[in-house]
């Protein structure tokens, strides 16, 4: 998944970017409501952090900018004072949560994997489908109840397909979610993580939890359980 940050407080901007790549997400920053509405707007992001008080354009008016550019990925959003009227705003102006400064690192990451679960229509912070469940607050797969064992980047390919069940979703778009934006992109490199994760999680080729749809790209093929 690829998150955005915009804050123009340095220290809290680089210590919560650190800690959210850390927890395995790709992540672009901005210091400033200019810079940062530009990454949401052009980049593919699939959530937003963004702070209220922002230099060059307030974080209320980029919320509202990429609202009014029908761009629907969650937004959440970090508030200096424990004043309702900002949060107030900010959930008006689109936001879907918030959460008040100083903050831990542990309620950000649990709000964002929260909301990020919620865009993709899960109910549960344990995604199940078929004999496959993904813990995505313990970035833990298992496979008919046996823990399967990922590097880094499977995890994100298989958590960004799983999150998103059942649409086709594609090379370009799983790199996108791999690498920071700086980072040599070679697209090739996703079938080579397709085809271990496939190994992995499916050795005798009976589950079939990852369909491969020519030219199109791949999409987790498994139907969701109900919520346990
Ligand atoms: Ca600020």
Redesign the pocket.
Known sequence: MRLLVI???ATVRESLCRQLKDAGFAIEQAADGKEGLYFALEYPIDLAIV?L??PEISGLDVIREIRAKGKTYPVLILT?RDRWEDKVDGLDAGADDYVVKPFHYEEVSARVNALLRRAGGWASSVLSAGPVKLDIARQELKVNGAKIELTSYEYRIIEHLMMRAGEVISKTELTDRLYDQDFERDSNVIEVFIGRLRKKMDPDNSVKPIETLRGRGYRFALERNQAE
Do not use: I, Q, S
């Open positions: 804050e123009d407080d702070d008080g922002l200096a």
